[in-house]
C-alpha cells in the first residue's frame, strides 16, 4: 500500500504554461460568444415585445382597403386627418388625442392605431403620405396610392 501511495503522488503532473494559456483563451472565447448571444436576446425580446410595427402594417393595410375608388379626399383643417367620401358614404381618418381613428358620417369611434404622439400627411396628385410619431419616439411613414372612381 505504502508502494501505491508513492507512485500516484509521483505521476500526478501539474499544469503547464501553455496549457495554462491554452484554457485561458477558450474561457475567454466562450465569455465573448455568451455576452454577444446576451446583447443579441435582448434586442430581440425589444423586437418581439414591441408591437408597434406589427400595429403599424395592420393600420396601413386598413388604410389602403379604404382608399380604393373613392369619390373625394381632403385634408382636414381642424385637426390632422383625411376625409373622403366613398359609396356616397362620408369617411374621417384622424388624430383624437392619442390614437388614430375612423369615424363614419362622423359618429362612432373606431380605433385604429394606438399610442400615436402626432400625425401629418400630404398629397401629391394619387399619393397620400402618412407621417406618423409614436408616443415612445418611433416614427413611420408610408405612401398610400389613391385611386378615384370614374364616372
Known amino acids: 500500500m505504502r508502494n501505491y501511495f508513492i507512485r500516484r503522488v509521483t505521476n500526478e503532473k501539474g499544469y503547464t504554461l501553455v496549457e495554462g494559456i491554452i484554457q485561458l483563451s477558450i474561457l475567454m472565447i466562450f465569455a465573448q460568444v455568451f455576452a454577444v448571444t446576451i446583447g443579441w436576446t435582448g434586442k430581440m425580446e425589444e423586437t418581439i415585445t414591441d408591437p408597434t410595427d406589427l400595429e403599424w402594417l395592420f393600420f396601413i393595410q386598413n388604410v389602403e382597403q379604404y382608399l380604393n375608388n373613392i369619390d373625394s379626399l381632403t385634408i382636414q383643417k381642424d385637426q390632422p386627418g383625411i376625409r373622403f367620401r366613398k359609396?356616397?358614404?362620408?369617411?374621417?381618418?384622424?388624430?383624437?388625442?392619442?390614437?388614430?381613428?375612423?369615424?363614419?358620417?362622423?359618429?362612432?369611434?373606431?380605433?385604429?392605431?394606438?399610442?400615436?404622439?402626432?400625425?401629418?400627411?400630404?398629397?401629391?396628385?394619387?399619393?397620400?403620405?402618412?407621417?406618423?410619431?409614436?408616443?415612445?419616439?418611433?416614427?413611420?411613414?408610408?405612401?398610400?396610392?389613391?385611386?378615384?372612381?370614374?364616372?
Not at 381618418?93 to 375612423?102: C, G, M, N, S, V
Not at 359618429?107 to 385604429?112: D, I, N, S, W, Y
Open 87 to 151: 359609396d356616397g358614404e362620408e369617411y374621417d381618418i384622424e388624430l383624437y388625442q392619442d390614437l388614430i381613428r375612423k369615424q363614419k358620417e362622423r359618429l362612432g369611434h373606431e380605433q385604429m392605431l394606438l399610442h400615436v404622439k402626432s400625425l401629418s400627411m400630404s398629397v401629391e396628385g394619387q399619393t397620400l403620405r402618412f407621417f406618423v410619431t409614436f408616443a415612445n419616439g418611433m416614427e413611420k411613414e408610408h405612401d398610400f396610392y389613391v385611386t378615384f372612381r370614374s364616372e
